[in-house]
């Protein structure tokens, strides 16, 4: 049987580090990756910050599922311009006025369709898709603040022993396990990246 499921995590911390430092920290893709423990490989399929993520996951039974995301990886600066400047031309904008009217950086990750066929779903292997948003605001104290808000679906064929139970009750279990597995993976990754700046406390 065929299921689809959808996970969803969000949360918001304070890192004891200053903006430039987090952005450059939190933009470096592969990097913050390696932190999740169920993504075991990050590959970069081109110049323009695109990736390709292998990950694995265990069912109730240990029977493993290994998920491949693709995605584009974006980052916007977020400005706020007095009124007298709101009309200009983004491209007019000097170094000293960006500098001057950053209020934080958007860092985004959207799926990347593949120009391959990727699932395999005879030999457990799935095509996911993958949505997010890091918003990263500085904060006084050399501290920043980030707010970080995931959306993960896959398309997956259930093990012959779960078959037995009713879809709907199965398509449930399957979301909100899903979530609460990203979750804690979520928790821990940040934890870990904490190792590198001292303290990120989660609000």
């Given at each position: 049987?065929?299921?689809?499921?959808?996970?969803?995590?969000?949360?918001?911390?304070?890192?004891?580090?200053?903006?430039?430092?987090?952005?450059?920290?939190?933009?470096?893709?592969?990097?913050?990756?390696?932190?999740?423990?169920?993504?075991h490989k990050v590959e970069l399929l081109g110049p323009d910050e695109a990736y390709r993520w292998y990950f694995r996951v265990t069912d109730p039974q240990n029977n493993p599922f290994?998920?491949?995301?693709?995605?584009?990886?974006?980052?916007?600066?977020?400005?706020?311009?007095?009124?007298?400047?709101?009309?200009?031309?983004?491209?007019?904008?000097?170094?000293?006025?960006?500098?001057?009217?950053?209020?934080?950086?958007?860092?985004?990750?959207?799926?990347?369709?593949?120009?391959?066929?990727?699932?395999?779903?005879?030999?457990?292997?799935?095509?996911?898709?993958?949505?997010?948003?890091?918003?990263?605001?500085?904060?006084?104290?050399?501290?920043?603040?980030?707010?970080?808000?995931?959306?993960?679906?896959?398309?997956?064929?259930?093990?012959?022993?779960?078959?037995?139970?009713?879809?709907?009750?199965?398509?449930?279990?399957?979301?909100?396990?899903?979530?609460?597995?990203?979750?804690?993976?979520?928790?821990?990754?940040?934890?870990?990246?904490?190792?590198?700046?001292?303290?990120?406390?989660?609000?």
């Amino acid at each position: 049987m065929e299921m689809d499921a959808t996970g969803k995590c969000k949360g918001q911390w304070v890192f004891h580090g200053d903006f430039v430092r987090t952005v450059d920290y939190l933009s470096d893709h592969p990097r913050i990756l390696g932190f999740n423990p169920f993504c075991h490989k990050v590959e970069l399929l081109g110049p323009d910050e695109a990736y390709r993520w292998y990950f694995r996951v265990t069912d109730p039974q240990n029977n493993p599922f290994d998920v491949i995301f693709n995605i584009q990886q974006e980052t916007e600066l977020l400005l706020e311009l007095p009124e007298d400047a709101a009309t200009i031309d983004p491209a007019e904008l000097t170094d000293e006025m960006i500098s001057k009217y950053t209020v934080g950086r958007k860092i985004s990750w959207h799926h990347l369709p593949a120009e391959d066929t990727i699932a395999m779903p005879e030999k457990y292997l799935f095509e996911g898709k993958a949505t997010a948003q890091m918003l990263i605001l500085p904060l006084q104290g050399e501290r920043t603040k980030v707010d970080f808000d995931l959306q993960v679906d896959v398309k997956f064929v259930l093990y012959p022993a779960f078959r037995i139970i009713p879809e709907q009750i199965i398509r449930a279990m399957t979301n909100a396990g899903m979530s609460l597995v990203m979750q804690t993976a979520t928790n821990r990754m940040f934890q870990s990246i904490s190792n590198d700046f001292g303290t990120v406390r989660q609000l």
